[in-house]
């Protein structure tokens, strides 16, 4: 499991929780000066996640008003850059003169090494919370011209649509379900993270130039692989129909997947028989057929279905259902016992 630290301040009185949240702002990388007008009960939450090459910090608090001022960047400059996305209540944002009104949904972005304001604000502030998620990201860490980011800080940027919307899907789920994903899995991740906001601040720039060739070879890779995800039950799923929605070339979309440990063919098929294999397993599907779990994942061949089955996993569907249900059935059974035993 992901590692994440939580601070919490409802922990403490209602009285003590706003100086608890000045305390750990104080104490982080890029401190604020924070004004609010729930200051006599501010029940907050943050949880950080290092990913590595960045670090995520899922934020939930009352409304506030923020401002790093010069004299706090004159005291801790970390040369961090700053990518936020709101996902409750809405906001606003101004660095170097440049201001903009932000809503859930949308990404902003700022340099910590210069002063901004930031206000969030829950819709209704005596029922809801901000929410936002942050990604730290090193300056060094970030391939893009330095002296071209300015253009974007203060500014706002979509994250439901395109490379955004695949950026915000990738940190909701990272951080709402870091159970999902193994330690050793975090600078992987951070470099998915990475390559995503990369190639998002590329396009707002209007400079994809400027985003090294390999990191726009991930990003396309991340966002392919997503879309089969997606379109994972739909029969007519292909390499074709991939580089189609992609608008690319279906020999541009195999060199792609070149330095990738599977064609893009395989990967769909892999993709669908580890779904296959997992339904035919589900006791909850037992009523299923077969082929109805099959063809619900894109096989509309059931012999083509079960050679492929054989072939990854060295038995057909049929004896694979057959074999864990009778596990199921064991373990039911003891637990049965167990139970009737307690009963005794």
Not at 43 to 59: K, M, N, S, T
Not at 69 to 85: F, G, N, Q
Not at 209 to 214: L, R
Request: hydrophobic share 40%; glycine share 6%; aromatic share 6%.
């Amino acid at each position: 499991m992901l590692r994440r630290d939580t601070v919490d301040t409802t922990v403490l009185p209602p009285g003590e929780r706003f100086g608890m949240w000045l305390d750990l702002v104080a104490r982080t990388s890029a401190p604020l000066r924070i004004q609010s007008a729930h200051s006599d009960d501010f029940a907050a939450r943050a949880d950080f996640i290092d990913l590595g090459p960045i670090q995520l910090v899922e934020y939930e608090y009352p409304s506030l008003d923020a401002t790093r001022t010069r004299k706090l960047v004159r005291r801790s400059d970390p040369e961090l850059y700053i990518l936020a996305l709101t996902t409750g209540g809405v906001g606003t944002s101004s660095q170097d003169g440049r201001h903009s009104e932000i809503q859930a949904g949308e990404f902003t972005f700022y340099d910590a090494s210069r002063p901004h304001d930031v206000c969030h604000h829950a819709i209704e502030p005596e029922r809801d919370q901000a929410t936002s998620i942050i990604t730290l990201i090193p300056h060094a860490a970030l391939p893009l011209p330095p002296q071209r980011m300015a253009a974007l800080y203060g500014g706002r940027m979509s994250g439901s649509e395109g490379i955004g919307a695949l950026l915000a899907q990738f940190l909701l789920q990272v951080t709402g379900h870091p159970e999902q994903y193994h330690a050793a899995d975090a600078s992987r991740l951070g470099a998915v993270g990475l390559d995503l906001a990369t190639t998002m601040l590329g396009r707002h720039l209007v400079a994809e130039d400027a985003v090294p060739t390999e990191v726009r070879r991930r990003a396309l890779v991340t966002q392919v692989q997503a879309y089969v995800h997606r379109h994972l039950g739909d029969v007519t799923l292909s390499p074709q129909t991939v580089a189609d929605a992609h608008h690319i070339s279906l020999r541009s979309l195999h060199r792609l997947f070149e330095a990738e440990e599977s064609t893009v063919a395989s990967f769909i098929r892999d993709l669908r028989l580890a779904r296959c294999r997992r339904d035919l397993a589900d006791p909850a599907l037992r009523g299923h057929t077969v082929q109805a779990v099959a063809a619900r994942w894109g096989f509309s061949d059931k012999a083509h279905f079960s050679r492929a089955f054989r072939a990854a996993y060295g038995t057909s569907p049929q004896a694979y259902r057959e074999e864990h249900s009778d596990s199921a059935r064991i373990v039911n059974r003891a637990a049965s016992m167990v139970n009737s035993s307690r009963a005794d």
